[in-house]
């Protein structure tokens, strides 16, 4: 199949060069050394492939290697909707149509905004200044593809993860996880093809690339994640790159107020409306961006223990987490606080190293939860030009108490501090006569 391929591109390539001139036969060439990346790898024999649908580059590589490549007498492509959009999801559907496939669409959005958000926004989800998202949406992919592939017979999945990437370690967790005994197939990684290799074959195989920007972008309410791994160092983001946030020169020149309100740590209305999180997202998202708020652009570590520069846009986890965690100063005693601390940092490595259903993770989620009980309050904040500020605190839970703490007030007896002073400076009295 492969040397029919070859005669194919340079039967094509030698046309195109007699219209054209040199430069499609120069393109022949470069597509002969790219096909020469199928050669010599060892091909697995598969019937029935359940295979992880977006509609991106990769996936819709991933069809077309199983038909031309692999030989796969059945392919399923499952698509999950965790809240991209509609025209994410009918740029994948058109895309279907030239791939000549029917993905089955299975909704998840409810799950990932009524179990997997809130979640992290009880643990203050965040990875090196990313705030938990990518991560968690590939996991839980995996896990419908897995259960679904198995469901239906299907004796491999396949999914287009690179070998320089993360997702590649979170799939195949899950995978291994839901369906120990399928076979995994990740044709990007185990042709080591490249992001401009991927281009050059789907252009060839007749299918578009509607990507703006090398990399693409993964998309939620909670999170858009863009160009994983493809912004070089130095590189200038364009303005029409960002779905939500304006730049600081085009946000209004008055700041807006508004009023969030949460109970046991989860957001639950907003202006005094109560609404779910869906729907409080996609507003917080609209009108935090137009202030400007929630560009992030990091450097971060991967799994691989490698950095790159990675680009975000959140504008209402940007806003939730900051009253959340301000909420949670208020609420929690120091020792809850620090020991909290402790375990949002290893929730969030567990889930960004994909272990979302490793048990530790259970273990903690316990803590965190338990943790929210008292978590509840209203919040009123400025958002100005890129800025989020406090104005208003409101909770029946607080532990705020100036009528004690505050100098101003008499509240206590200070004298009675003297001699508890004495008791914690007695460690200090003995370390003082061994330095003599």
Known sequence: MIIIIHICIILIHLSHYLYNGSDYFKEGFIMEEILKKFEGVDIPSVKKVAVAYSGGVDSCLCIELLKRVYHADEIVPIMVDVGQGKEEIDTAFEKANILKIEPIVIDAKSEFVKKWIPMAIMANADYMGYPVSTSMTRQLIANIVAVKGKELGCDALMEGSSGKGNDQYRMHNVFKLFAPEISILVPVRDFDLT???????????????????????????????????????????????????????????????????????????????????????????KIGGLHGIGKIDIFEEGIMNLKSREIYEAPGATIILKIHKDLEQMCLTKEEILFKKLVEQKWGYLVYHGGWFHPLKDSLDSYILKSQEHISGTYKVKLYKGNIEIIKRESASSLFAPEIRSIKAGGIDQRISKDAAKVMGLMYEVLAKRSR
Request: glycine share 8%.
């Open 195 to 285: 992001r401009k290799e991927e281009e050059k074959l789907c252009e060839l195989w007749g299918i578009y690339v509607t990507e703006k920007i090398t990399g693409g972008d993964d998309k939620t309410l909670w999170c858009r994640s863009i160009a994983s791994g493809a912004i070089d160092l130095d590189q200038e983001l364009p303005d029409d790159l960002w779905m939500w946030t304006k730049a600081l020169e085009n946000t209004p020149n008055e700041p807006e107020f508004i009023d969030i309100s949460f109970e046991k740590g989860i957001p639950i209305s907003l202006n005094g409306e109560m609404i779910g999180l869906l729907e409080l997202l996609t507003k917080l998202n």
